[in-house]
């Protein structure tokens, strides 16, 4: 299967925004597999951000409720990830994840993508 790939970082100035894009057609929605997004900071610890089931339930990190936002489009498989007045402490790479909708441990992430916030 192939993994997610993730799409749209860069660098970005803080309070700005940026999109995030992941095609996850190797872990697609009809054989049950739900998707989000993670993040590593340099620093921190790997950190669950965002997540999105097949009823199009979210769940969010308090570090960016509020800020960002995920979304899927079911039919493509493709997992989105709005991010908004960023901070320089949202610095980090993004990976996309997925993992079987029954559990609740990614299973599989892809390369990442990288997000500078510069203040």
């Known amino acids: 299967q192939a993994p997610p790939k993730e799409s749209g970082g860069g660098p970005v100035e803080a309070g700005g925004s940026l999109l995030l894009s992941c095609s996850a057609s190797?872990?697609?929605?009809?054989?049950?597999?739900?998707h989000g997004w993670v993040r590593q900071r340099q620093g921190y610890e790997r950190e669950e951000i965002a997540d999105?089931?097949?009823?199009?339930?979210?769940t969010y990190a308090d570090s960016v409720r509020g800020r960002f936002t995920i979304t899927k489009d079911y039919v493509k498989d493709m997992v989105y990830l709005r991010m908004t007045n960023l901070k320089p402490d949202d610095t980090a790479m993004y990976y996309c994840?997925?993992?079987?909708?029954?559990?609740?441990?990614?299973?599989?992430w892809g390369q990442g993508t990288l997000v500078t916030v510069s203040s």
């Open positions: 994840a997925a993992r079987r909708c029954r559990d609740r441990t990614y299973i599989r």
């Open positions: 190797g872990y697609p929605t009809k054989w049950a597999y739900c």
């Open positions: 999105i089931d097949n009823a199009q339930q979210t």
